[in-house]
């Protein structure tokens, strides 16, 4: 079974640049998670989907963060402009409903210069 | 609201050892309980899951328990070794919202 795929892996913008990352969930998932974790701390939730509607976007900066999951299948999450503090790894994962267990991706390493 | 507390912080052991890292949570309606490991640089890898009318949930040397009504779960890793150093997580879903709440995380370091 294919695991959940992100891309890039690593990115480097400078601030106030534009990025987006990408996250295809493992089949049959309905559940989809974008989290950004900051060096040395845990993971914080930025928005959660349930198949494409959003069911907790409470802690997304949405003045410069968004995020989209056509079709109720991958996803892209997007920052414009970046700040320093941006810099950190942006963690997609998606669960089954049944289960409620969490697959992650290898994440994508964002740097802010 | 709920809290998710892991302690200790970080933990150092020589190889060998059996060890238990704690999770405390302060509200007992979860949906489950999971379990993580975090390598340096790396994505969250699960190890464990139990749902809510489970008790525990084994998988080779790593044994999670949980016990909703004190609101804790344990992860005992028995004969550690120094290919288990990393950051274990532990995270409760909730069975009102599907949100997921986190602890703060175990580093654990395996002396040789």
């Known amino acids: 079974e294919a695991g959940v795929a992100q891309s890039p892996r690593y990115k480097i913008i400078e601030k106030r640049q534009s990025v987006a990352f990408w996250c295809n969930p493992i089949?049959?998932?309905?559940?989809l998670y974008w989290y950004q974790q900051i060096l040395g701390q845990g993971p914080k939730l930025l928005i959660q989907?349930?198949?494409?509607?959003?069911?907790?976007d409470s802690q997304l900066p949405k003045d410069r963060f968004s995020a989209e999951r056509l079709k109720g299948v991958d996803s892209t999450l997007k920052i414009q402009p970046a700040k320093l503090e941006d810099s950190a790894v942006y963690l997609c994962a998606s669960s089954p409903r049944n289960t409620g267990e969490l697959f992650f991706g290898e994440g994508s390493r964002l740097t802010v210069l | 609201k709920q809290e998710v507390t892991q302690i200790p912080a970080a933990l150092s052991v020589p190889e060998g050892e059996n060890l238990v890292l704690n999770c405390s949570f302060t509200?007992?309606?979860?949906?489950?309980l999971q379990w993580f490991r975090q390598d340096p640089g790396k994505g969250l890898t699960s190890l464990l899951l139990?749902?809510?009318s489970q008790r525990e949930q084994t998988s080779g040397r790593l044994n999670a328990s949980l016990d909703k009504s004190s609101g804790r779960s344990t992860l005992y890793i028995a004969a550690s070794q120094p290919g288990d150093s990393a950051t274990y997580l532990c995270a409760v879903l909730m069975d009102s919202n599907y949100q997921l709440i986190w602890g703060a995380g175990t580093k654990l370091i395996i002396k040789p």
């Open positions: 139990i749902q809510s």
């Open positions: 089949s049959g998932h309905a559940t």
């Open positions: 989907f349930q198949n494409n509607g959003v069911v907790d």
């Open positions: 509200d007992s309606a979860i949906y489950n």
